[in-house]
């Protein structure tokens, strides 16, 4: 009131201010002035350089970052220079701004690609071992499991009439008794073959070709039969 103050803070002057005070203040800001325009150039003749092989994209964004700070912060500083409050908080903020710039842009994506490969990982994992499962059925299918037969012809859309895999035929596998073996082979052509009648406009040709070739298959099914049968 009346011109006169009513806060009061006290500050550190040097008695005699000479020209060494402000030569250091001229060439501490022009050192760093200069490094921090010379990274931001660099940074943007490598700004087409791939981020596989360099990371001269995060670099470039910690430079522009720091650059704005100090290019809004320095003059925001002279400002507020008669606030002690107002230039501690400025400052702090600068500092918090200067090392987030630094490490967020070098870490962050880092970690951001790391969880991905972790993700993609077990993708892969999950992946290969459904398909070393399927091939196990397969094999299995091939030397002719029955329990496996049984499954393959329920995916089919088979049932256990058409698979001749029944709970007695697993009875009889428990007891270690023969039972037949050639089951698969009789769910896939009776699933392509068995039951299916001619579409409207097809040769008739084609349909006696395939009943040709479901009688010369049965012939060659029940010889396998009989074969095993008096082998077992």
Same mark, same amino acid.
């Given at each position: ?44 003749? $490598?700004?087409?350089? *791939? #981020?596989?092989?360099?990371?001269? %994209?995060?670099? &470039?964004? +910690? ?80 030397? $002719?499991?029955?329990? *496996? #037969?049984?499954?393959?012809?329920? %995916?089919?859309? &088979?049932? +256990? ?72």
């Amino acid at each position: 009131n009346f011109g006169r103050p009513r806060h009061y803070y006290s500050t550190c002057h040097p008695v005699d201010a000479g020209w060494d005070d402000l030569f250091f203040v001229l060439v501490w800001g022009a050192i760093n002035i200069s490094a921090l325009l010379y990274a931001n150039f660099q940074a943007y003749q $490598g700004r087409c350089i *791939l #981020t596989e092989y360099s990371e001269s %994209q995060y670099i &470039g964004i +910690s430079m522009a970052i720091l650059l704005q700070s100090f290019v809004i912060g320095v003059p925001v500083m002279v400002v507020v220079d008669d606030s002690p409050t107002a230039r501690f908080v400025l400052r702090t903020c600068l500092v918090f701004v200067t090392v987030v710039a630094v490490l967020v842009p070098i870490f962050l994506p880092k970690m951001i690609f790391l969880r991905q490969w972790r993700a993609h990982e077990k993708r892969m994992e999950r992946k290969m071992l459904l398909n070393l499962k399927k091939q196990r059925q397969m094999d299995a299918l091939a030397v $002719g499991d029955g329990s *496996l #037969t049984s499954w393959y012809a329920r %995916q089919m859309g &088979g049932s +256990s009439k058409i698979s001749g895999y029944s709970r007695s035929s697993r009875d009889r596998d428990q007891r270690g008794e023969p039972h037949e073996q050639n089951v698969g082979i009789k769910i896939i052509a009776r699933h392509d073959y068995e039951g299916e009648t001619p579409r409207s406009g097809t040769n008739a040709d084609e349909s006696s070709h395939r009943r040709r070739f479901y009688d010369r298959f049965h012939s060659s099914a029940s010889s396998a039969r009989r074969l095993f049968d008096g082998a077992s």
